[in-house]
């Protein structure tokens, strides 16, 4: 099958090489790029950290420039959405990784019931967000309606990627995909807008998409929702498995 992979770089390589490999014929259409925007030295003084809430792999970018050790992060804990997000976390060097059940839902209510860090003596210890722009409130909303102590840094940017209608209509959408892979939110609504501003909708009457999760297919097109299958758990083994199943 003809997929298209509209995963940022550098995961989107990886997952053409997966799909190369069970068969399949790779498009890469990247929606976003990643541009750091923070570094280890914006963040609050370890003293005064109770843990650290990461929801993408991209967050420990910032961290490529010093080791964790040396900066005392190592044993702080960190709080993250997902399995990809826990190895790179640990690639990082954080030893105390905790998985938040693999969506940005899931790790909120995970903190809600146990995210408060004691204050303790003199300064209040808080939770520091590792986020990106831009982002669904879902995190904060939770922090914030628990009364947990936290503070943002927005560590990563995500810019949107422009393609030609020549490039869409001749090479990227031509042949018309079979499957559309789509990995967050952000992705499924570029991607309707884009379409729409080339007006290259009808070339995917026959395409089916495959979503990370339900919150995703929520930003897809109505007219797609008919032809929207969601991976039974928000990882990349099982979005590849519901590729399998429609072979």
């Avoid at 790029?33 to 420990?60: H, K, M, N, Q, Y």
């Avoid at 399995?83 to 059940?101: I, N, S």
């Avoid at 001749?170 to 042949?175: A, E, M, N, V």
Wanted: one cysteine or more; proline letters at 6%.
């Amino acid at each position: 099958m003809r997929v298209l992979v509209t995963r940022p770089e550098p995961g989107g390589k990886r997952t053409a090489e997966r799909l190369a490999e069970l068969g399949h014929d790779p498009v890469l259409m990247p929606l976003f790029e990643t541009a750091i925007t923070a570094a280890v030295d914006d963040l609050p003084p370890v003293a005064e950290i109770g843990g650290l809430i990461a929801t993408s792999a991209r967050a420990f970018a910032m961290f490529d420039r010093q080791d964790v050790s040396e900066s005392g992060l190592r044993d702080v804990p960190i709080h993250v959405v997902g399995p990809a997000t826990a190895l790179a976390a640990t690639e990082a060097g954080f030893r105390d990784v905790r998985d938040g059940g693999g969506t940005a839902l899931a790790l909120s209510k995970t903190l809600s019931c146990g995210g408060r860090s004691g204050s303790g003596e003199g300064m209040p210890m808080a939770l520091v967000y590792l986020a990106g722009v831009p982002r669904t409130p879902v995190i904060e909303a939770a922090l914030v309606s628990e009364n947990i102590t936290h503070s943002v840094v927005e560590c990563y940017k995500m810019n949107e990627i422009s393609y030609s209608t020549d490039i869409l209509k001749t090479d990227i959408l031509s042949p018309a995909p079979d499957v559309i892979l789509l990995y967050s939110a952000n992705a499924a609504r570029r991607f309707s807008t884009l379409t729409d501003a080339k007006e290259l909708g009808k070339t995917l009457d026959s395409t089916r998409f495959l979503c990370l999760s339900p919150a995703i297919s929520t930003e897809l097109h109505r007219d797609w929702q008919d032809r929207v299958i969601v991976a039974t758990r928000p990882d990349e083994d099982s979005l590849l498995a519901s590729l399998a199943a429609l072979e």
